[in-house]
T-cell receptor
Protein backbone atom coordinates (compact mmCIF):
# COMPACT_ATOMS: atom_id res chain seq x y z
CA UNK A 1 0.00 0.00 0.00
CA UNK A 2 1.09 3.51 -0.68
CA UNK A 3 2.39 5.59 2.21
CA UNK A 4 2.71 9.34 2.59
CA UNK A 5 5.27 10.88 4.94
CA UNK A 6 5.37 14.42 6.24
CA UNK A 7 8.55 14.73 8.24
CA UNK A 8 7.83 18.15 9.74
CA UNK A 9 5.19 17.98 12.49
CA UNK A 10 5.42 21.75 12.98
CA UNK A 11 6.71 24.70 10.99
CA UNK A 12 6.62 28.42 11.55
CA UNK A 13 7.04 31.36 9.22
CA UNK A 14 7.11 35.09 9.55
CA UNK A 15 4.27 36.95 7.89
CA UNK A 16 5.14 37.88 4.27
CA UNK A 17 7.95 35.33 4.16
CA UNK A 18 8.12 32.04 2.24
CA UNK A 19 7.87 28.57 3.73
CA UNK A 20 8.18 25.11 2.24
CA UNK A 21 6.40 22.05 3.60
CA UNK A 22 7.85 18.64 2.75
CA UNK A 23 6.11 15.48 1.63
CA UNK A 24 7.42 12.19 0.35
CA UNK A 25 5.46 9.16 -0.74
CA UNK A 26 6.06 5.58 -1.61
CA UNK A 27 4.39 3.91 -4.57
CA UNK A 28 5.06 1.46 -7.36
CA UNK A 29 2.42 3.03 -9.59
CA UNK A 30 3.32 5.21 -12.52
CA UNK A 31 0.18 7.31 -12.61
CA UNK A 32 -1.45 8.97 -9.64
CA UNK A 33 -2.55 12.29 -8.19
CA UNK A 34 -1.09 14.28 -5.35
CA UNK A 35 -2.85 16.88 -3.24
CA UNK A 36 -2.24 19.37 -0.50
CA UNK A 37 -5.15 20.04 1.82
CA UNK A 38 -5.41 22.76 4.44
CA UNK A 39 -7.28 22.25 7.70
CA UNK A 40 -7.81 25.54 9.57
CA UNK A 41 -9.07 25.68 13.16
CA UNK A 42 -12.62 25.24 11.83
CA UNK A 43 -11.47 21.68 10.98
CA UNK A 44 -12.92 21.62 7.46
CA UNK A 45 -10.48 20.23 4.91
CA UNK A 46 -9.88 22.59 2.01
CA UNK A 47 -8.07 21.67 -1.18
CA UNK A 48 -5.03 23.87 -1.73
CA UNK A 49 -3.47 22.40 -4.83
CA UNK A 50 -3.46 19.29 -6.97
CA UNK A 51 -0.81 17.68 -9.19
CA UNK A 52 -1.22 14.94 -11.79
CA UNK A 53 1.82 12.67 -11.89
CA UNK A 54 1.90 12.58 -15.68
CA UNK A 55 2.35 16.33 -15.84
CA UNK A 56 5.93 17.52 -15.55
CA UNK A 57 4.94 21.11 -14.94
CA UNK A 58 4.57 22.01 -11.30
CA UNK A 59 1.11 23.15 -10.27
CA UNK A 60 0.57 26.68 -8.95
CA UNK A 61 -2.39 28.38 -7.34
CA UNK A 62 -1.74 32.03 -6.58
CA UNK A 63 0.71 32.08 -3.64
CA UNK A 64 0.87 28.28 -3.46
CA UNK A 65 3.12 26.20 -5.64
CA UNK A 66 4.55 22.71 -5.56
CA UNK A 67 7.90 21.16 -6.35
CA UNK A 68 7.05 17.76 -7.76
CA UNK A 69 10.01 15.43 -8.15
CA UNK A 70 8.59 12.18 -9.50
CA UNK A 71 11.80 10.19 -9.47
CA UNK A 72 12.50 11.20 -5.89
CA UNK A 73 8.83 10.72 -4.93
CA UNK A 74 8.78 14.14 -3.39
CA UNK A 75 5.97 16.69 -3.39
CA UNK A 76 6.69 19.84 -1.42
CA UNK A 77 4.40 22.83 -0.99
CA UNK A 78 5.74 26.36 -1.12
CA UNK A 79 3.72 29.19 0.35
CA UNK A 80 4.88 32.62 -0.72
CA UNK A 81 4.05 35.91 1.01
CA UNK A 82 2.63 34.05 3.99
CA UNK A 83 -0.46 35.49 5.57
CA UNK A 84 -1.96 35.04 9.02
CA UNK A 85 -4.83 33.14 7.42
CA UNK A 86 -2.42 30.50 6.18
CA UNK A 87 -2.00 29.19 9.72
CA UNK A 88 -3.43 25.68 9.70
CA UNK A 89 -2.65 21.99 9.50
CA UNK A 90 -1.49 20.97 6.05
CA UNK A 91 -1.95 17.44 4.79
CA UNK A 92 -0.29 15.87 1.81
CA UNK A 93 -2.35 13.18 0.07
CA UNK A 94 -1.87 10.57 -2.61
CA UNK A 95 -4.63 9.16 -4.77
CA UNK A 96 -4.24 6.17 -7.02
CA UNK A 97 -5.56 6.27 -10.55
CA UNK A 98 -6.04 2.51 -10.49
CA UNK A 99 -7.81 2.27 -7.17
CA UNK A 100 -10.06 5.26 -7.09
CA UNK A 101 -10.97 4.81 -3.47
CA UNK A 102 -7.47 4.79 -2.17
CA UNK A 103 -6.52 8.27 -0.97
CA UNK A 104 -3.68 8.20 1.54
CA UNK A 105 -2.87 11.07 3.85
CA UNK A 106 0.27 12.09 5.64
CA UNK A 107 0.23 12.87 9.36
CA UNK A 108 0.14 16.60 8.72
CA UNK A 109 2.29 19.67 9.35
CA UNK A 110 1.07 22.40 11.65
CA UNK A 111 2.00 25.80 10.22
CA UNK A 112 2.20 28.82 12.48
CA UNK A 113 2.42 32.31 10.97
CA UNK A 114 4.04 34.96 13.14
CA UNK A 115 2.97 38.58 12.73
CA UNK B 1 -24.65 26.16 -2.62
CA UNK B 2 -23.38 22.64 -3.24
CA UNK B 3 -21.57 20.92 -0.47
CA UNK B 4 -21.47 18.30 2.22
CA UNK B 5 -23.37 18.63 5.47
CA UNK B 6 -22.42 16.67 8.54
CA UNK B 7 -24.42 16.56 11.72
CA UNK B 8 -24.17 16.84 14.60
CA UNK B 9 -20.99 18.88 14.97
CA UNK B 10 -20.50 17.71 18.52
CA UNK B 11 -21.80 14.51 20.05
CA UNK B 12 -21.38 12.97 23.46
CA UNK B 13 -22.00 9.32 24.07
CA UNK B 14 -22.00 7.07 27.06
CA UNK B 15 -20.07 3.87 26.83
CA UNK B 16 -22.15 1.04 25.40
CA UNK B 17 -24.33 3.26 23.24
CA UNK B 18 -24.47 3.30 19.47
CA UNK B 19 -24.48 6.68 17.76
CA UNK B 20 -25.13 7.66 14.16
CA UNK B 21 -23.37 10.49 12.36
CA UNK B 22 -25.19 12.00 9.41
CA UNK B 23 -23.60 12.95 6.08
CA UNK B 24 -25.55 14.48 3.20
CA UNK B 25 -24.18 15.81 -0.09
CA UNK B 26 -25.80 17.70 -2.96
CA UNK B 27 -22.81 17.59 -5.28
CA UNK B 28 -24.25 14.67 -7.26
CA UNK B 29 -21.16 12.63 -6.45
CA UNK B 30 -21.33 8.85 -6.69
CA UNK B 31 -18.54 8.15 -4.21
CA UNK B 32 -18.68 8.90 -0.50
CA UNK B 33 -16.21 8.25 2.31
CA UNK B 34 -15.86 8.30 6.07
CA UNK B 35 -12.53 9.14 7.66
CA UNK B 36 -11.40 9.22 11.25
CA UNK B 37 -8.88 11.80 12.44
CA UNK B 38 -6.89 11.47 15.65
CA UNK B 39 -4.30 13.95 16.99
CA UNK B 40 -0.92 13.54 15.34
CA UNK B 41 -2.25 11.20 12.70
CA UNK B 42 -3.50 11.67 9.22
CA UNK B 43 -6.94 10.69 8.09
CA UNK B 44 -7.74 7.00 8.17
CA UNK B 45 -10.43 5.49 5.96
CA UNK B 46 -13.30 3.77 7.74
CA UNK B 47 -15.75 2.95 4.94
CA UNK B 48 -16.39 4.06 1.40
CA UNK B 49 -19.17 3.68 -1.13
CA UNK B 50 -18.97 4.06 -4.88
CA UNK B 51 -22.63 3.54 -5.60
CA UNK B 52 -25.99 3.28 -3.90
CA UNK B 53 -26.54 0.06 -1.96
CA UNK B 54 -22.86 -0.83 -2.09
CA UNK B 55 -20.02 -0.05 0.30
CA UNK B 56 -16.64 -1.45 1.29
CA UNK B 57 -14.54 -1.51 4.42
CA UNK B 58 -11.56 0.77 4.70
CA UNK B 59 -8.52 0.35 6.93
CA UNK B 60 -10.27 0.70 10.28
CA UNK B 61 -13.86 -0.53 9.78
CA UNK B 62 -14.10 -2.60 12.97
CA UNK B 63 -16.76 -1.22 15.31
CA UNK B 64 -18.40 0.90 12.60
CA UNK B 65 -21.26 0.35 10.18
CA UNK B 66 -22.69 2.32 7.26
CA UNK B 67 -25.56 2.32 4.80
CA UNK B 68 -26.04 3.88 1.38
CA UNK B 69 -29.73 3.83 0.57
CA UNK B 70 -29.67 7.14 -1.28
CA UNK B 71 -27.02 8.74 -3.44
CA UNK B 72 -27.04 11.84 -1.27
CA UNK B 73 -26.71 10.17 2.11
CA UNK B 74 -24.04 8.05 3.80
CA UNK B 75 -24.62 7.77 7.55
CA UNK B 76 -22.00 6.25 9.85
CA UNK B 77 -22.92 4.33 13.00
CA UNK B 78 -20.32 4.06 15.72
CA UNK B 79 -21.23 0.92 17.61
CA UNK B 80 -20.44 -0.12 21.16
CA UNK B 81 -17.92 -2.53 19.68
CA UNK B 82 -15.63 0.36 18.76
CA UNK B 83 -13.01 0.32 21.52
CA UNK B 84 -11.84 3.90 21.25
CA UNK B 85 -14.51 5.96 19.51
CA UNK B 86 -13.53 9.42 20.74
CA UNK B 87 -12.29 11.15 17.59
CA UNK B 88 -13.05 13.65 14.86
CA UNK B 89 -14.99 12.16 11.95
CA UNK B 90 -14.91 13.54 8.43
CA UNK B 91 -17.24 12.67 5.59
CA UNK B 92 -16.17 13.26 2.00
CA UNK B 93 -17.42 12.74 -1.52
CA UNK B 94 -15.97 12.70 -5.00
CA UNK B 95 -16.69 11.84 -8.60
CA UNK B 96 -15.78 8.29 -9.47
CA UNK B 97 -12.81 7.86 -11.76
CA UNK B 98 -10.13 10.31 -12.78
CA UNK B 99 -8.43 10.77 -9.46
CA UNK B 100 -10.44 13.83 -8.55
CA UNK B 101 -10.16 15.56 -5.25
CA UNK B 102 -12.29 14.76 -2.24
CA UNK B 103 -14.74 17.35 -0.97
CA UNK B 104 -15.13 17.32 2.79
CA UNK B 105 -17.80 18.20 5.29
CA UNK B 106 -17.07 20.22 8.41
CA UNK B 107 -16.72 17.13 10.55
CA UNK B 108 -18.28 15.69 13.68
CA UNK B 109 -16.52 15.51 17.02
CA UNK B 110 -17.55 12.44 19.03
CA UNK B 111 -16.65 12.20 22.71
CA UNK B 112 -17.32 9.13 24.79
CA UNK B 113 -17.98 9.94 28.44
Amino acid sequence: AQTVTQSQPEMSVQEAETVTLSCTYDTSESDYYLFWYKQPPSRQMILVIRQEAYKQQNATENRFSVNFQKAAKSFSLKISDSQLGDAAMYFCAYRSVYNNNDMRFGAGTRLTVKP
Amino acid sequence: DGGITQSPKYLFRKEGQNVTLSCEQNLNHDAMYWYRQDPGQGLRLIYYSQIVNDFQKGDIAEGYSVSREKKESFPLTVTSAQKNPTAFYLCASSRTGGGGELFFGEGSRLTVL
